[in-house]
């Protein structure tokens, strides 16, 4: 049997509207102080500007008194109701004064049933949203988190938030994730800190911001959060935020000592548990250690934390190694590793690896390497993120290079050829694409004077009239073969092109 819930309840309304008059009269009782974020300090190198970096969030931290709009408000009588109290207290010959305290009387009456039905509608939510001793409703839970995050329930901005982030319902909205997430991570739910930190490394829904991302991963690695999965995480992506320098200037020597952190705690051995002058001998050890750092330590925390470490140092010994990466860790691994320069020949980023900007950061690392083959297939690369990555191609030795069934536009394919110029590449994988129409003819244009001689199109939306066109643009190029197929291009115009350009090897 499913029960519903009235999203707005009288004794609510006139909870609420007391408020609004405490307001007036001053600080409400029992009102806790604001939020402080407190300083990180198991820190084992302090990190100059991390410690006093204050959150700016878009909302205030929850209060324990509910704000509505006045939209919100139904019930008429309870204006009235608070009315006539004030109005009753003053005619007594009581004055302003003993009008606040008899409403300041009232909110202690109220407040006591407000916070039980914020944990008793909270309470609900979990069991819709595990489906536990009732049917599963996520729609009906989010609902009910929404109603218990206004009366002032941290944990319930909490799920809501995430509820939203993840498209979990019809009504989710990414946009709504951000407040419900800030309220609750202001308040000290480090899960929330941490998916903010999420939300701004990665861009999920807005512009990504490497700053607010160190912000609120450093909230969550406080030795406060006991949660060691979160605390864990955190610290794990503020390595990788000081090793890329995102955000804050780049820093081997920390980005270690958070690697090293993050394993421990991935142990089951978290730093917080030991008492106080244990954690502080052992940070000074870490900080010794940090010292002395060498490169097989590094490689040493990189191959713990990798998905794949040892296979990757096995394939490595071997010479022209082919190597396919999944994981971030995977990534600084192989480029760390002394036999990434000489003996890797090519190297395939897998999809899940869910950060372009690594993949641009993998590119400048290739200058001097022998890495003549890069895979970026499925990877979900778009115009700016191609273009970006393929202005740190010159001066390597790539030679092949497959973007194959991207979100690749024909803007993007022109930049790539532009890019082209003073490189290696002689095959370029494009199929599989939005290319179509548009910008085909300025593709081959800028094929001019690059040493590409392979090119492919396939399943690209290209039509007959252009694709005549960009073949006659392709005269004075090094290309001797082109794959066409899976296009709108009809047998007609398939060997007319066979017979008006011999010399190139067409597919269609």
């Given at each position: 049997m499913k029960y519903t819930y009235s999203l707005i309840q009288p004794s609510i309304i006139r909870f609420l509207l007391i408020s609004a008059v405490l307001q007036s009269c001053g600080t409400p009782p029992n009102s806790p102080p604001p939020a402080k974020e407190e300083p990180i300090t198991h820190l084992p190198i302090p990190i100059e500007g991390l410690a006093d970096k204050q959150l700016s969030p878009k909302e205030s931290p929850i209060s324990t008194i509910p704000q509505l709009q006045a939209t919100e408000i139904e019930e008429g009588g309870a204006i009235q109701d608070m009315q006539a109290l004030s109005d009753l207290a003053v005619a007594q010959g009581s004055g302003q004064d003993k009008a606040c305290k008899t409403v300041k009387a009232y909110y202690h009456k109220v407040e006591a049933g407000v916070q039980e039905i914020a944990l008793s509608t909270y309470a609900m939510a979990r069991l819709y949203e595990r489906g536990k001793d009732t049917e599963e409703d996520l729609g009906l839970a989010l609902a009910l988190y929404t109603k218990a995050s206004k009366l002032g329930h941290p944990k319930a901005a909490y799920h809501a938030g995430r509820l939203h982030l993840f498209g979990r319902t019809a009504r989710s909205d990414i946009r709504e994730a951000y407040g419900f997430l800030e309220k609750a991570g202001q308040v000290g739910i480090y899960k929330a800190c941490l998916l903010l930190g999420r939300v701004h490394e990665y861009g999920w829904g807005t512009v990504p911001n490497a700053t607010e991302a160190l912000a609120w991963y450093a909230q969550a690695s406080l030795s406060l959060n006991r949660d060691s999965y979160s605390r864990g995480s955190a610290l794990y992506h503020l390595g990788w935020l000081y090793k890329l320098g995102k955000g804050v200037e780049s820093n081997e020597a920390a980005a270690l000592s958070f690697f090293e952190q993050a394993l421990i705690i991935g142990q089951g051995n978290p730093i917080n548990q030991t008492p106080d002058q244990t954690s502080r001998m052992y940070s000074q050890?870490?900080?010794?250690?940090?010292?002395?750092?060498?490169?097989?330590?590094?490689?040493?925390?990189?191959?713990?934390?990798?998905?794949?470490?040892?296979?990757?140092?096995?394939?490595?010994?071997?010479?022209?190694?082919?190597?396919?990466?999944?994981?971030?860790?995977?990534?600084?691994?192989?480029?760390?590793?002394?036999?990434?320069?000489?003996?890797?020949?090519?190297?395939?980023?897998?999809?899940?690896?869910?950060?372009?900007?690594?993949?641009?950061?993998?590119v400048k690392h290739l200058k001097g390497t022998n890495v003549d083959a890069i895979n970026l297939r499925e990877t979900e690369m778009c115009d700016a993120e191609v273009v970006e990555f393929s202005k740190y191609l010159q001066r390597t030795n790539v030679r092949t290079l497959n973007?194959?069934?991207?979100?690749?536009?024909?803007?993007?394919a022109i930049e790539i050829a532009k890019h082209l110029q003073r490189t290696q590449v002689h095959t370029l994988d494009l199929g599989w694409n939005k290319i179509g129409d548009q910008g085909l003819v300025e593709v081959a244009e800028n094929l001019q004077g690059t040493n590409v001689h392979t090119i492919s199109l396939a399943k690209n939306d290209i039509g007959d009239e252009v694709t005549i066109n960009f073949a006659s643009h392709l005269q004075g190029t090094q290309v001797h073969t082109v794959d066409l197929s899976e296009n709108l291009i009809t047998p007609d115009v398939q060997r007319l092109l066979v017979e008006q350009y011999p010399h190139i090897k067409w597919f269609f």
């Amino acid at each position: 049997m499913k029960y519903t819930y009235s999203l707005i309840q009288p004794s609510i309304i006139r909870f609420l509207l007391i408020s609004a008059v405490l307001q007036s009269c001053g600080t409400p009782p029992n009102s806790p102080p604001p939020a402080k974020e407190e300083p990180i300090t198991h820190l084992p190198i302090p990190i100059e500007g991390l410690a006093d970096k204050q959150l700016s969030p878009k909302e205030s931290p929850i209060s324990t008194i509910p704000q509505l709009q006045a939209t919100e408000i139904e019930e008429g009588g309870a204006i009235q109701d608070m009315q006539a109290l004030s109005d009753l207290a003053v005619a007594q010959g009581s004055g302003q004064d003993k009008a606040c305290k008899t409403v300041k009387a009232y909110y202690h009456k109220v407040e006591a049933g407000v916070q039980e039905i914020a944990l008793s509608t909270y309470a609900m939510a979990r069991l819709y949203e595990r489906g536990k001793d009732t049917e599963e409703d996520l729609g009906l839970a989010l609902a009910l988190y929404t109603k218990a995050s206004k009366l002032g329930h941290p944990k319930a901005a909490y799920h809501a938030g995430r509820l939203h982030l993840f498209g979990r319902t019809a009504r989710s909205d990414i946009r709504e994730a951000y407040g419900f997430l800030e309220k609750a991570g202001q308040v000290g739910i480090y899960k929330a800190c941490l998916l903010l930190g999420r939300v701004h490394e990665y861009g999920w829904g807005t512009v990504p911001n490497a700053t607010e991302a160190l912000a609120w991963y450093a909230q969550a690695s406080l030795s406060l959060n006991r949660d060691s999965y979160s605390r864990g995480s955190a610290l794990y992506h503020l390595g990788w935020l000081y090793k890329l320098g995102k955000g804050v200037e780049s820093n081997e020597a920390a980005a270690l000592s958070f690697f090293e952190q993050a394993l421990i705690i991935g142990q089951g051995n978290p730093i917080n548990q030991t008492p106080d002058q244990t954690s502080r001998m052992y940070s000074q050890r870490i900080e010794n250690r940090v010292k002395k750092q060498t490169q097989e330590q590094l490689i040493r925390i990189l191959t713990e934390i990798s998905h794949n470490g040892e296979a990757i140092i096995k394939e490595l010994e071997n010479v022209n190694a082919h190597l396919e990466l999944d994981d971030k860790a995977d990534l600084a691994l192989l480029v760390h590793h002394p036999l990434f320069k000489t003996n890797c020949k090519s190297v395939r980023l897998l999809n899940q690896m869910g950060n372009v900007g690594l993949i641009v950061e993998f590119v400048k690392h290739l200058k001097g390497t022998n890495v003549d083959a890069i895979n970026l297939r499925e990877t979900e690369m778009c115009d700016a993120e191609v273009v970006e990555f393929s202005k740190y191609l010159q001066r390597t030795n790539v030679r092949t290079l497959n973007l194959g069934e991207n979100k690749i536009t024909s803007t993007g394919a022109i930049e790539i050829a532009k890019h082209l110029q003073r490189t290696q590449v002689h095959t370029l994988d494009l199929g599989w694409n939005k290319i179509g129409d548009q910008g085909l003819v300025e593709v081959a244009e800028n094929l001019q004077g690059t040493n590409v001689h392979t090119i492919s199109l396939a399943k690209n939306d290209i039509g007959d009239e252009v694709t005549i066109n960009f073949a006659s643009h392709l005269q004075g190029t090094q290309v001797h073969t082109v794959d066409l197929s899976e296009n709108l291009i009809t047998p007609d115009v398939q060997r007319l092109l066979v017979e008006q350009y011999p010399h190139i090897k067409w597919f269609f």
